[in-house]
């Protein structure tokens, strides 16, 4: 990706599209499932999303990432929770809170796999004050029934992830928590609407202690032992921060920002809400105005979402340390292959060079100079000269001529029929090879052509008893390149379209006879349609089978336009 002289982002470039100071502050924040695989251009896709503050997550190049526009330039970033992953950089923000609860091990564990990112802005109230806000970007880990550890992972990053927070409110500034949550808060933020033991999984305890009183769901309100909960610590408060979305939109249902996309579930809005953007409770009364969710925008199985501040952002004269173009790998410019290894020195290249050179052949025409030190800088490149042929003035070029080749060795895939005939017609089956091939060149001279068409006719004339008992699996039509030509002899086959065409059918055709074919879909009970073919992926003794269902999406029970309840297994015969 080119880098931009105007570039004001972390860990990924963004072109600015303006520099003035803005009046309200909008922050956007996207699980965007791979930032190479988007099909939209990164740009225009931007900015028909608009915002000042782009927060991505999942990312796919091994780090979340902040985009910043110029106009909202941050004073400090920081990469990691803990503080360990930033303890020789520059214009840190710092307070991280007590982990006397964490062992140091956990803690390089915990900021190892590039889940957090922390910019800090300047912002100045309508009233006049001013203040620092803390943006912090993470991608929770997603929750793993199969691994306890993953789950214990989890918890322990929610603990830190409350800790750092907690700590930057303490220190007078304003924090604002979002991203990929990889959970849900209320019922109504998820299309299952299960309850019971599910409902009170401890990610869900967690992020309900963290909300204000008014924004906690009262089922799952209860007093955990801090000492015990593995999502908090002894030194975490909770109760400090407002679901923003929520807070502007207590009772809209159906706001969801992830889909399944193996069911197509997007398709009947059968999802759940795992992003959102988590605002302090005095930053809330102040200045958040508005919260959205782009269900609309595709390219990931998540949507972005966004929140509104009125307040103006004072920019930051020059950009923190962590931005991007200070980054080697993103500085515009090749990095040589000798800065990843020891670096030599000019007498050690010199003796190198000079070892190959004692090493070349004798007979050469020019032969490679030893090089000294003198003229080790000016040495560019050596040119071998073109060897000559005696008595000729030019070099000889290369003709282009069809040379016979076994069909394993031409670079294409070898027939399907080779491995299934018998011996006795192997030296038969490599000459139609050899002669498909070289009928199909577009370089071979007619001469050639007739050839070799007439050595493929006899041998389709006398070993005609030998090409029809091949294999019990294939029906080999042994049609030769003269068909449909009888009693003309004036007229020619087109060269290399009979044989290519042939033998693409006749290869389609041993394909299926070998393999069969499970037919025609059957229709769907529910709406009369063709199914789809599904595979059992979950370990279990029925991983690997297949099965056909509905090929529309999943949804409620009640929603008559989602994917109804045929299933049928696959019979292996």
């Known amino acids: 990706m080119k880098i931009t002289k105007r570039c004001r982002c972390f860990f990924i470039h963004f072109k600015v599209i303006c520099s003035f ?7 956007v924040s996207w699980n965007i499932n791979g930032i190479r695989a988007s099909k939209t251009d990164l740009k225009s896709l931007f900015k028909s999303i608009g915002g000042d503050v782009l927060c991505l997550q999942e990312t796919k190049v091994t780090r979340v990432a902040n985009f910043c526009r110029d106009h909202v330039t941050p004073t400090n970033a920081e990469e990691g929770l803990s503080g360990g992953l930033s303890a020789k950089v520059e214009g840190i923000i710092g307070c991280y809170g007590n982990h006397t609860s964490f062992t140091e091990d956990e803690l390089k564990s915990l ?21 620092d806000l ?13 691994r306890e550890d993953r ?17 930057l409110l303490d220190s007078g500034r304003h924090v604002i928590i979002l991203g990929d949550i990889n959970t849900t808060h209320r019922l109504i933020d998820r299309c299952d609407s299960d309850d019971g033991e599910s409902n009170k999984r401890p990610s869900r305890l967690w992020f309900n202690q963290m909300m204000w009183p008014e924004g906690r769901d009262p089922d799952l309100d209860s007093d955990l032992d801090r000492e015990e909960f593995m999502a908090t610590t002894p030194y975490t408060v909770g109760g400090k921060f407002v679901d923003t979305f929520r807070h502007l939109h207590p009772d809209e249902e159906g706001c969801y920002t992830n889909w399944c996309t193996l069911t197509n579930a997007r398709s009947t809005n059968y999802g759940r809400r795992l992003d959102y953007i988590l605002a302090d409770t005095e930053l809330t009364r102040r200045c958040v105005i508005g919260a959205s969710i782009f269900a609309e ?6 949507c972005p979402i966004s929140v509104d501040l ?12 962590l931005c991007t173009k200070f980054m080697p790998e993103f500085s515009g410019k090749q990095q040589k292959l000798s ?14 060079i000079n070892e190959k050179c004692e090493n070349c052949s004798q007979n050469r025409d020019e032969s490679l100079p030893r090089v000294s030190s003198e003229n080790l800088s000016r040495v560019k490149s050596v040119k071998r000269s073109p060897e000559k042929k005696p008595g000729c003035s030019q070099p000889m070029k290369k003709q282009k001529t069809a040379v016979v080749k076994k069909s394993n060795s031409v670079g294409k895939q070898a027939n399907l029929m080779s491995f299934f005939k018998g011996n006795g017609s192997d030296s038969k089956d490599q000459v139609k090879s050899e002669v498909a091939v070289s009928i199909g060149a577009n370089d071979v001279k007619e001469s050639q052509v007739s050839s070799k068409l007439s050595v493929f006719v006899e041998v389709n004339e006398v070993e005609k008893e030998d090409t029809a008992a091949t294999s019990k699996y294939f029906n080999v039509n042994s049609q030769t390149a003269t068909d449909g030509c009888e009693g003309s002899e004036e007229k020619k086959p087109e060269l290399g379209t009979t044989l290519v065409k042939d033998n693409s ?27 789809v073919l599904r595979m059992v992926k979950k370990p279990g003794p029925n991983k690997g089978r297949q099965f056909y269902t509905c090929a529309r999406g999943e949804g409620l029970k009640s929603n008559p336009e989602a994917r109804c309840e045929f299933f049928k297994w696959i019979v292996k015969k």
């Open 111 to 131: 900021d190892a796999e590039g889940r957090a990112v922390i910019t800090q802005h300047r912002i100045r109230f309508r009233d006049g004050e001013e203040k």
């Open 339 to 352: 800065t990843f290894f020891t670096k030599l020195t000019k007498r050690d290249v010199e003796m190198k």
């Open 297 to 302: 925008v595709e390219g990931s199985d998540h």
């Open 505 to 531: 059918l006749s290869t389609a055709s041993a394909w299926k006879n070998l393999l069969g074919g499970l037919g025609p879909a059957p229709l769907c009970k529910g709406h009369q349609e063709p199914c």
């Open 310 to 321: 009125d307040c103006q952002v004072i920019p930051a004269k020059a950009c923190p340390q």
């Open 21 to 27: 100071p803005a009046l309200k502050m909008k922050i």
């Open 151 to 167: 789950h214990q992972y989890k918890l322990r990053f929610f603990a830190l992830l409350q800790t750092r927070a907690e700590a």
């Open 134 to 146: 803390a943006i912090i970007n993470v991608y929770c880990p997603r929750f793993d029934p199969d």
